[in-house]
Nanobody, 126 residues
């Protein structure tokens, strides 16, 4: 069974930085992508960034381009999301998800993801 565990959330002032981690386990295949999503109260889950396990290709939502960086350490089965220049509107619960056998590169539609972590809260104060 695939399991994803997020960590690294917290409270930070606007302009600050946080690094989220997503530790993955239980994969018996290599064809998958890991995505970061976020959900603010009363809003739909929004795709932020994703990375292909196969070739390491990365993709970002326009709202975070130039501020967030996704990376992976395959030896540790961990995906990171470095978040810089944080804004109050980045406040949300952040989830990592796994898309098995991805078809469309850079998929950020949460409906296409097959497994989820429990989420970690990120709060950015103004």
């Amino acid at each position: 069974e695939v399991q994803l565990v997020e960590s690294g959330g917290g409270l930070v002032q606007a302009g600050g930085s946080l690094r989220l981690s997503c530790a993955a386990s239980g994969f018996t295949f290599d064809d998958y992508a890991i995505g970061w999503f976020r959900q603010a109260p009363g809003k739909e889950r929004e795709g932020v960034s994703c990375i292909s396990r196969g070739d390491g290709s990365t993709y970002y939502a326009d709202s975070v381009k130039g501020r967030f960086t996704i990376s992976s350490d395959n030896a540790k089965n961990t995906v990171y999301l470095q978040m810089n220049s944080l804004k109050p509107e980045d406040t949300a619960v952040y989830y990592c998800g796994a898309e098995f056998y991805p078809v469309v590169p850079g998929e950020l539609d949460h409906d296409e993801y097959d497994a989820w972590g429990q989420g970690t809260q990120v709060t950015v104060s103004s």
